[in-house]
Structures are given as C-alpha cells and as structure tokens.
C-alpha cells in the first residue's frame, strides 16, 4: 500500500507529465476491442497507445476519404 507522500508524489509527477486522451465510442465497439486486447495480454489502454503509434510510424492515414 502506498503511502500519503507517495500518493502525492505520484499525483504531481502525473499532473506534470501526463495527459488524459478519451474519445466516446458505441457499449458494442469498446466491448468488441477490449476483448481483442485481452487476448493479446494488453490494457485498452495500452493497445490504443500502441495503434496509435504504429497508424503514426507507418505513415497510415484513416482519414483517405477527406
């Protein structure tokens, strides 16, 4: 269990370096993904951050139809 101090301390380091990403998505969907991510041992969390990064590495643009 993590101590007051501790807690603090991780709260300002967190306000410092961290930024909060949420999008709205349908009950079906994020049901849908987050047992995809499951299987693969990730968090939602984890396997958007590393679609998102491969989308941006790999030069893949999802918006082709603009």
């Not at 501790?6 to 306000?15: E, F, L, P, S």
């Not at 987050?34 to 968090?43: C, H």
């Amino acid at each position: 269990m993590a101590s007051e101090a501790q807690k603090r301390a991780t709260a300002k380091w967190d306000k410092e370096n961290m930024k909060v990403f949420s999008c709205k998505i349908r009950k079906e969907k994020a049901e849908e993904l987050r047992i995809y991510a499951e299987k693969q041992e990730l968090t939602i969390n984890k396997f958007a951050i590393l679609a998102m990064e491969y989308c941006k590495n790999n030069n893949i643009l999802l918006n082709t139809g603009k």
